[in-house]
């Protein structure tokens, strides 16, 4: 697979990362564990060196299940993880504080069965902690080598250069795809500015991008998509519009609509790498071979002036955790 640089960071990975997070968490069901140590071994074999977790995805299992996968081709891959919410809990609320910063790591560590984490992001900002205060712990855990690279995760233009003069940022992970585009407005101009990477997560809008999903779909009782109001029923049906277009642009390049849904990303910037996630195998061949679909002009022309006739309805958080992002 070909390889990105995020920004000026010097860090280089797979044009196309996996996010581990549905792995053994949010969405349902999940995988046993060995299933899933066999689909990130894939994926690296496939051409994928850079995975995605975060202590909150379990809390803590899906560090301990990506440090078993990939403890035997460790120094061929680079691993991210974050930090910032209480105990490890989204629904405790936020804890950024150096000391908390210090401990996550060294337990992180463990759970990852690794001597160094490449990229270490900032899950959310804290308002109760000054961000040159965490940077500033990161800052240390850089220097006795624990951290490689640091980043922030659904942070706003001014928390972002605020950490950059103190600890240049590597990469700044937030949602972006043809159905969440907001960073467009202030978020890609400033990471384009300082030379700081982006890695959209949700690359395929948690699924509905793909087209599995319609107004007929019916989520796992604690599978995360049914608090979202972007998926309720109605508005599922009110975006089918855009996944009728994904399809029509699809079948024009032989491609599917998801791998159209990752190519268009990666034609926005050479410093964008999405890590969709999946569970399934097909499905990671699917979003793999996007790495290999060109979008010329053309293509890209024409989705646009499909986007214009489309709007999306539906609010992509509920309020309780909407209130966290891009502070």
Known sequence: MQKRHLGKSGLEVSAVGLGCMGLSFAYRPTLERKAAITLIRDAFDKGVNFFDSAEAYGPYTNEELLGEALA???????IATKFGF???VIGEGLDSRPETIKSMVEASLKRLKTDRIELLYQHR??????????????????EEGKILHFGMSEAGPDAIRRAHAVLPVAALQSEYSLWWREPEEQILPVLEELGIGFVPFSPLG??????AIDEHTKFADNDFRNVVPRFTEENRKANAKLVEVLGQIADVKGATRAQVALAWLLAQKPWIVPIP?????NRLEENIGAANLVLNNTDLI???TALEQIKVVGDRYPAHLQKDVNR
Do not use: H, S, W, Y
């Open 72 to 78: 035997p081709i460790r120094d061929q891959v680079v």
């Open 86 to 88: 209480k105990n490890g």
């Open 125 to 142: 900002i804290d308002p109760l902690v000054p961000i040159e205060d965490v940077v500033g712990a990161v800052k240390q855990l850089v």
């Open 206 to 211: 948690k699924g509905f991008l793909t087209g």
């Open 277 to 281: 996630g999946t569970t399934k195998l």
């Open 302 to 304: 024409a989705i646009a």
